[in-house]
């Protein structure tokens, strides 16, 4: 796999209605069968209305509509503590 947007700034809009950002990474490998979509900088819980967004405004224009794609939600950085992800369902 190699990276295709690294930090990529988003807007979304999160459940409670408020505007906020986060940062997207997106991995795919070479064929463009299979590509990883990390999210960063925005919280779990509104993970999915971020994953929308991009469902609709970036990842379109990226990935072919035949491929598989993962997302993962990156918990924030805690010192100390291991750096962990949720899987998102694809269907949020």
Known sequence: MHLLRQAH???????????????ADLWIT???SRAVLVLSGCPLGDAAAALNTLHYTW???L??????????AL?????????????LPLSA
């Open 75 to 87: 918990h924030p950085r805690r010192e100390g503590v291991k750096a962990r992800a949720l899987v």
């Open 30 to 32: 070479v064929s463009g």
């Open 59 to 61: 990842l379109p224009y």
């Open 9 to 23: 700034p988003f807007e979304y809009r999160t459940a409670s209605g408020l505007d906020a950002e986060g940062h």
């Open 63 to 72: 990935l072919r509509p035949e491929t598989q794609m993962l997302a993962l």
